[in-house]
């Protein structure tokens, strides 16, 4: 069973450019979760997303960003008109549609972008 | 608002010690998970405890719940280079039906050869 992939693995761009981002969840997820790390730190929610639906953007900055999950392919989190505080290690989690209460998400190995 | 805090922050050890990492809140949480995120890679999930006061083992590490489900704690038995990651405890919430966790900061461990 292919775990959570996530494309690109590294990510150049320019300021003023965009950058798109790719979650691929475990076979049979139907929740989709995007975080972002700056280095030494912890992980901070941006979205979750389940098929077609935005559960909950709450941590997801107002400008710039977006992120779908279509009814077919991967979820995307665009970045548009990036900038240089934009650089970070950007992890996308799933987890399975059930009935238990733990919630347990598994971790793509996460797009590393850097603005330059 | 519920919250986690994960101490230490930092712990740097030599190999061969032991060492106990925190997880402690002051809210119920009906779950918690520990993960561990090695350089460069996503969290890893090590593992989900549920009842109040259980204790489990994975290898060197064992893992324990507190008697009220507010606090966990991570003990690795004679460390190893390859324990170093940042160590992440998570929660669900528990009001409403989001799945969104509740996480910790981490800890970040380093173990010297």
């Known amino acids: 069973n292919a775990g959570v992939m996530q494309n690109p693995r590294h990510l150049v761009r320019r300021r003023g450019q965009e950058a798109r981002l790719r979650c691929s969840p475990m076979?049979?997820?139907?929740?989709v979760y995007w975080y972002r790390q700056l280095p030494e730190e912890g992980l901070k929610f941006m979205v979750y997303?389940?098929?077609?639906?935005?559960?909950?953007e709450s941590g997801m900055p107002k400008e710039r960003f977006s992120a779908e999950f279509p009814k077919e392919g991967p979820s995307i989190l665009r970045i548009q008109q990036v900038v240089r505080g934009d650089s970070a290690a950007y992890f996308c989690?799933?987890?399975?549609?059930?009935?238990?209460?733990?919630?347990?998400?598994?971790f793509g190995p996460g797009t590393r972008l850097t603005v330059t | 608002t519920q919250l986690l805090e994960q101490s230490p922050q930092f712990l740097s050890i030599q190999e061969g010690e032991n060492l106990t990492v925190y997880c402690n809140s002051s809210?119920?949480?009906?779950?918690l998970q520990w993960y561990r995120q090695e350089p460069g890679e996503g969290p890893v999930l090590l593992v989900t405890?549920?009842?109040g006061g259980e204790v489990k083992k994975l290898k060197r590490l064992t893992f324990q719940f507190g008697d009220a489900r507010k606090d966990s704690s991570l003990h690795i038995t004679a460390a190893q280079p390859g324990d170093t990651g940042l160590y992440l405890c998570?929660?669900?919430?528990?009001?409403?039906?989001?799945?969104?966790?509740?996480w910790g900061l981490g800890t970040s461990l380093a173990v010297n050869p």
């Open positions: 076979k049979g997820h139907s929740h």
């Open positions: 405890v549920v009842t």
């Open positions: 809210s119920v949480f009906s779950s």
């Open positions: 997303l389940q098929k077609e639906n935005i559960i909950d």
């Open positions: 998570a929660g669900p919430p528990n009001a409403g039906n989001n799945r969104k966790l509740i």
């Open positions: 989690a799933s987890s399975p549609l059930g009935t238990g209460s733990s919630y347990e998400q598994y």
